[in-house]
């Protein structure tokens, strides 16, 4: 039986009380994440039990306990503590998968400074934007990393601490690095969790916006309420699994899924920190025996293209439930893994923004391939008309997805950004920013962004940002950039660029303006394609038409033009 059950019976007698109860928080007291996925699971009488299985690159595999893990983020929470650290203030996580990216983020939390995660292949300006923005304190980074934030120091004085966990005491430390080793520090065996409370900041994850730079999306210690139960009823996590969430902590799912929920429940979670090939991943499965799997659409659609006879190669048979996250999961792809692994992969649709799992196929009911499922219980949900923003009544229709607002794990702000934070809302309702129809059964179908952002392989680029990148380069005079149809990854960036004279457009720019972005962003933003265009469509007041250059990748109607200045 699952946990969930019937999904009448759950609505009916939903309350985010059945959660706190569970976690036996009393409103009002302290919650602390770091504690509650920690400290708690050892009074509990789980101290020896596995929490993290860990695999690398080249280097032997680790194991910590329930209790590993205490003393471990104790450890980073008194060394943070040391150096002034404390509640409120910014600590960047800027990390591969490896241990110290989880073992850091509870730390961070337990000493109630604010955890900014970020994406350990981000470019020196990604990152500079991001820590700029949020105004850092102190950032917890590989020696590999660490060469980028020295590119970007001087312009950061705010950045007081470069902690580096891997240094090996050989090359020179520069201004403000300090190393910090899990190995050689004396455990701290009892630490004074800060008293945060239900709204006290917990995380700040950065999302891409469409026309400014990007948000911090603001969470508090409550979400865990939400995190909690949603894992518990969504992703069906039980005492004896071996949990497998392939994302990585620089994005919400590896947070609010890999870190949060899972040790909050007290189960073993597995983590792998080596490149993606379906060989590794399958061998993975084998090896920890995973129960409970939650990936996403683009990992799945690779997988498929490796095709059905690598899959007999291993023993999968451990695999009780699948879900996936990020992106359309095509009909197509519930079939396949239906085929192969005997088991559907259950849609779940959330955001940054939502903190926690908002629609999905839950366990145990009847899965409707390509569709993302229905609303969690507790979770007031519609469409929204396009123009009037009234709740469409009859099925099958496209309109916005729209959530009444007070679940436990919704953002709090856009750091610095309260403007842009009450955008997000209309007549009442906190609008994702995607369109959807809904079956009579109350099924969602997924129908597409309702902005300019890019989707590629389940991360979020904005076009914006890559435009103002592409700017910095020499030879580009004027860039547009659109999403492009991708078989793997769904989207992929496509940069419409307008060079300045004296520069010959080739291979050889396109290679260059490539490399620029994605050293100076990530590999996610780099274009895969650059087309070189003597003009950009814009509209009467000078504003690029993304939306025409985007439609001729797509194939789709150019729809209205009659703004457009130079047809
Ligand atoms: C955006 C959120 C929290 C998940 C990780 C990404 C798209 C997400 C689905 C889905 C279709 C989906 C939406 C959403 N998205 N899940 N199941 N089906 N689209 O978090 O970076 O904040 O991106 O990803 O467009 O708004 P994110």
Redesign the pocket.
């Known amino acids: 039986m699952h946990h969930f059950g019937s999904y009448e019976d759950r609505v009916k007698s939903f309350d985010w009380k059945i959660s706190e109860k569970e976690l036996e928080y009393q409103p009002g007291n302290v919650i602390n994440i770091g504690w509650y996925c920690t400290d708690r699971i050892c009074e509990m009488g789980k101290a020896n039990k596995t929490a993290l299985l860990w695999e690398g690159q080249g280097v032997p595999d680790r194991k910590y306990t329930y209790n590993d893990i205490r003393l471990a983020s104790n450890t980073i929470g008194a060394y943070l503590r040391s150096l002034g650290i404390g509640a409120g203030d910014r600590v960047c996580l800027f990390m591969d998968k490896i241990p110290e990216l989880y073992l850091g983020f509870l730390g961070v939390v337990k000493i109630g400074a604010i955890a900014q995660p970020l994406f350990s292949a981000f470019g020196d300006e990604s990152l500079f934007i991001r820590l700029d923005d949020a105004r850092t304190k102190a950032i917890i980074t590989q020696r590999k990393h660490a060469l980028k934030v020295r590119k970007i120091l001087a312009q950061m004085p705010y950045l007081e601490h470069v902690i580096i966990v891997d240094h090996d005491g050989k090359k020179e430390l520069k201004e403000r690095e300090k190393p910090f080793s899990l190995d050689n520090a004396t455990p701290v065996e009892h630490l004074e969790i800060h008293p945060t409370t239900a709204e006290s900041p917990s995380v700040l994850h950065y999302?891409s916006g469409t026309t400014g730079k990007p948000k911090g999306v603001q969470h508090v210690h409550y979400s865990l309420i939400s995190q909690y139960l949603t894992a518990k009823w969504v992703l069906d996590l039980r005492d004896d699994d071996i949990y497998w969430c392939t994302a990585d902590p620089g994005?919400?799912?590896g947070t609010s899924y890999g870190i949060i929920a899972p040790f909050a429940l007290g189960v073993t979670q597995c983590v792998q920190d080596v490149g993606f090939s379906a060989e590794n991943w399958y061998r993975f499965i084998e090896k920890n025996k995973v129960t409970v799997w939650y990936s996403a659409p683009t990992a799945i659609r690779s997988l498929m293209k490796a095709g059905d006879e690598i899959v007999k190669k291993f023993t999968l048979t451990s695999l009780r439930h699948l879900a996936s996250?990020?992106?359309?999961?095509n009909a197509e792809a519930v079939h396949w893994s239906n085929r192969v692994f005997g088991l559907p992969f259950h849609?779940?649709?959330?955001?940054?923004?939502t903190g926690s799992i908002m629609i999905t196929n839950f366990p145990g009911m009847k899965v409707k391939a390509g569709s993302?499922g229905r609303a969690f219980p507790g979770i007031e949900s519609c469409v929204l008309d396009l123009k009037t923003y009234e709740p469409i009544t009859e099925p099958g229709r496209i309109g916005l997805i729209a959530f009444k607002p007070g679940w436990p794990a919704m953002m709090r702000t856009y750091w610095n950004n309260p403007e842009t934070y009450k955008n997000k809302f209309k007549n009442g309702w906190y609008l994702?920013?995607?369109r959807s129809s809904i079956d009579k059964e109350g099924y969602f179908w997924?129908a597409g962004?309702d902005d300019d952002i890019i989707?590629t392989a389940?991360?979020?680029v904005s076009p914006f940002e890559v435009e103002s990148a592409l700017l910095e380069h020499q030879a580009v005079a004027e860039s547009a950039v659109v999403a492009k149809p991708d078989e793997v990854n769904m989207e992929v960036v496509k940069a419409f660029v307008t060079l300045k004279r004296g520069f010959d457009a080739g291979p050889d720019l396109e290679l260059d303006i490539m490399n620029f972005i994605r050293k100076r962003l990530s590999p996610l933003a780099m274009p895969q394609e650059i087309e070189y265009v003597a003009s950009l469509p814009k509209t009467r007041s000078g504003k690029i038409m993304r939306r025409l250059l985007r439609a001729k990748e797509w194939g789709e109607e150019i729809g209205d033009t009659s703004t457009l200045e130079n047809d």
């Open positions: 999302t994005w919400v799912t996250v990020g992106e359309p999961l849609d779940t649709y959330w955001q940054t923004e993302m994702p920013g995607d997924f962004r989707n389940g991360h979020l």
